[in-house]
Structure formats: structure tokens, C-alpha cells
């Protein structure tokens, strides 16, 4: 087990919808979770929160494999 330290932080995006491409789900940005060594201070990983358009369970999704998503007006909201 690593010894890392969790916090939560706004991500750039917060409240931007994203397409997450590894299950093609699209969410808004609620936050990030930002994993940092405990010694080094280094950060060893980030995930996204997202939670899906109309209501449901949240999920997390690497930053790398998110793509901006637009809706046109009246949809999805």
C-alpha cells in the first residue's frame, strides 16, 4: 500500500460536460481527487469525478481519457 495523501480539489473543467471515452458515458465535472506522496510530495495520480446528465451514480475517470462534450441548447439538461 502507498502511503499517499487524498484531496479533493476544483478541476479546470468543474460543471463542463466530458464524454469519458474508456465506457462512452457522458458526465459533468464535479471535482478532482488528487492522490500525493506522503514523502515526496509528488502527485502520483488524479481522477475526475463526474456525474451523469439527468441524475445518477457518480463515477471517476482518468483525465486523459475525457473529451469535452457540447449539447445543443435544451438537451440534456
Do not use: K
Not at 24 to 52: A, K, M, N, S
Request: aromatic share 4%.
Amino acid at each position: 500500500m502507498r502511503d499517499e495523501r487524498v484531496s479533493f480539489e476544483r478541476h479546470p473543467r468543474d460543471g463542463e460536460l466530458a464524454r469519458d471515452t474508456s465506457t462512452g458515458r457522458v458526465g459533468r465535472i464535479v471535482c478532482q481527487e488528487v492522490h500525493t506522496d506522503r514523502w515526496t510530495e509528488r502527485v502520483t495520480r488524479r481522477l475526475v469525478h463526474l456525474r451523469p446528465v439527468g441524475g445518477g451514480i457518480e463515477w471517476t475517470a482518468d483525465p486523459s481519457v475525457l473529451r469535452p462534450v457540447t449539447m445543443p441548447p435544451g438537451h440534456g439538461e
